[in-house]
């Protein structure tokens, strides 16, 4: 695979002098201003990686985001999607109404774990865990 050359403008280069200098960033993203900015000196990929301590994988990732979608692609990362929810609105409420019942017999108050098991019984969904229960009924109060 061929190495992307980079070029920068003066205005991106001011940018990620200043992003750099800010200190309002993550590590990870003033690491892939530094490699945006060594890639414009023309510098190869192994001598970036040993100057900033990144791997040689990193700088060709970074050159390749940078060649193909410009500067926001090489800083930062997209949005990850994350898990898909156990529980839906209707869901979530026949748990809070459930928490706010009488508890069963032999229990002096509902627990997290018993809630658990009631959403399982009442087909809520197939599994789910108390930490679940937790931040579900946590987001009422």
Not at 19 to 48: C, F
Not at 51 to 65: F, H, N, P, S, Y
Not at 107 to 123: F, N, Y
Request: glycine share 8%.
């Amino acid at each position: 695979m061929r190495k992307q050359t980079i070029t920068l403008n003066d205005a991106d280069k001011t940018h990620l002098k200043e992003l750099i200098s800010s200190g309002n960033h993550s590590a990870r993203v003033i690491t892939r201003a530094r490699i945006l900015l060594k890639a414009d000196e023309q510098l190869g990929d192994e001598g970036i990686a040993q100057a900033l301590d990144a791997g040689i994988a990193t700088v060709g990732r970074i050159r390749r985001r940078y060649s193909q979608g410009g500067l926001e692609l090489a800083l930062y990362d997209l949005p990850r999607p994350g898990a898909i929810k156990k529980l839906d609105p209707k869901a979530e409420a026949l748990v809070i109404a459930t928490a706010c019942s009488p508890a069963p017999s032999g229990h002096s108050h509902w627990t997290l774990r018993l809630l658990a098991d009631r959403s399982v019984e009442l087909g809520l969904a197939e599994e789910i865990s108390y930490e679940t229960i937790r931040r579900t009924l946590k987001k009422t109060i």
